[in-house]
């Protein structure tokens, strides 16, 4: 990646971005290859995964122990995660009984930055007539995500692919032994594993 995609990603001034990765650079957490794409240099690495480690940490924290819904932690998790002690992120995982997946099911990285990442398939792609279970989501904005909570549809939860529309790909599925229909776009952003 370049400071010019960077730059688009973030919606931000590319001059922005590139005083960013000059200091990330400097900090030796990024380098700058001859080609102008920038990489994580392995110390970069470490630190993205411990970020990424305290806000999905956090995440579950939030929800779980909180009871703030699924939408509403996002935001208060980025806040959390620049918290630099590590000693109060072992301890908040142990309270939390090591949990493997946020409330989005995304894979929180273990204390030596190991992700366990499980091969999923998305909906709109899954065979018909098949067992899945829902593993995490492509998208976590708010709007998504409040409309699959009045749904009950999270992570964790099994359903049953009935069939696939030809004129607009919505979907058929049965949770909880009820059947709804989900849109492509929906389908797209919920990531399934089979069930054998």
């Known amino acids: 990646m370049n400071n010019t995609t960077l730059a688009k990603e973030l919606d931000l001034n590319p001059a922005t ?3 960013m990765v000059r200091k990330l650079a400097v ?7 001859s080609d102008k794409s920038i990489r994580l240099t392995e110390k970069g690495e470490k630190k993205a995964l411990l970020i990424i480690r305290k806000h999905r940490l956090w995440e579950v924290f939030l929800t779980e122990k909180l009871q703030y819904n699924w939408n509403e932690v996002h935001v208060l998790a980025e806040q959390l995660e620049h918290i630099e002690s590590v000693d109060l992120v072992d301890r908040l995982d142990a309270f939390l009984k090591f949990p493997t997946v946020d409330p989005h099911g995304d894979p929180i ?8 990442i499980k091969t999923t398939i998305s909906l709109d792609k899954a065979l018909i007539k098949k067992n899945y279970t829902i593993v995490n989501l492509a998208d976590t904005n708010d709007i998504f995500l409040q409309y699959l909570g009045e749904l009950k549809i999270k992570p964790g939860i099994k359903l049953k692919l009935l069939n696939r529309n030809e004129y607009d790909a919505t979907v058929s599925v049965i949770i909880s032994k009820k059947t709804l229909q989900l849109s492509n776009k929906v389908a797209k952003n919920i990531l399934l594993e089979l069930v054998n």
């Open 109 to 116: 990285p273990d204390k030596n930055g190991n992700l366990k």
């Open 27 to 33: 900090k030796k957490l990024v380098q700058i290859l």
């Open 17 to 19: 971005v590139l005083e």
